[in-house]
């Protein structure tokens, strides 16, 4: 499968400070990205789709002011925890999607860990 | 809205003892069907992906199937190192312009050597 890498692998920063995550897609081009989070012991919670060159969509319930998301090309998007705070601490994971005669695969990042102290 | 439902929610294997999950889904208009493999504090791992009902893929000691209501993925002679979390999600039309991937909650396995 193709790969999709995140950096950094895990952060902590003081509350009140912003994070910036790295997803790229190493060697395919994605048609769309995702971020999700995932809680200790749950699935998966999608926060956001993005297109390159188009704003975000957001999931209900989540900031778009505080999870910013930017899909500056085909193989980079960046998720911004603005002014995080501990309740923000979680594992993010990234995720491309990949469009191949005309059938989608997606594959997803290893996780960023974020402690926010 | 789109539904995965993944059976049992944990398994216990010995090593060498095969066996199956299940992954029983409802979706308006499936684009596909996908199995990850999650293992403790790692992104998900992509396994396979089935398109259409009676396709079958297969990888090393795994093997997926996949009918019109839901997707199994059997476990053949299983390995400790085949402990994991496996995901199941559908790719679905639900609504607006993108498709999402909807996940079940899991079967975590563990085999015993």
């Known amino acids: 499968g193709a790969v999709v890498s995140q950096h950094p692998s895990w952060v902590i920063c003081k509350s009140g400070t912003s994070v910036k995550i790295e997803c790229r897609s190493l060697?395919?081009?994605?048609?769309?990205m995702f971020w999700y989070r995932q809680f200790p012991k749950q699935s998966l919670m999608l926060m956001a789709t993005?297109?390159?060159?188009?704003?975000?969509?957001?999931e209900q319930g989540v900031e778009k002011d505080k999870f910013l998301i930017n899909h500056a090309s085909l193989t980079l998007s960046t998720l911004t925890v603005t002014s995080a705070h501990p309740e923000d601490s979680s594992f993010y994971i990234c995720s491309a999607r990949e469009l191949a005669g005309g059938w989608y695969e997606q594959f997803f990042g290893p996780g960023t860990r974020l402690t926010v102290l | 809205e789109d539904q995965v439902t993944q059976s049992p929610e944990a398994l216990r294997l010995q090593e060498g003892e095969s066996s199956s999950l299940n992954c029983s889904y409802t979706v308006s208009g499936l684009r596909g069907l996908f199995w990850y493999r999650q293992d403790p504090g790692k992104g998900p791992e992509f396994l396979f992906t089935?398109?259409?009902a009676g396709e079958e893929k297969e990888k090393e000691r795994l093997k997926a199937t996949l009918t019109k209501k839901e997707s199994f993925l059997h476990i053949t002679a299983p390995k400790p190192e085949d402990s994991a979390t496996y995901l199941c999600a559908v790719l679905g039309h639900s609504g607006g312009s993108n498709y999402k991937l909807t996940f079940g909650k899991g079967t975590l396995l563990t085999v015993n050597p």
């Open positions: 993005s297109n390159e060159g188009s704003k975000a969509t957001y």
């Open positions: 089935l398109y259409s």
């Open positions: 060697d395919f081009q994605a048609t769309t």
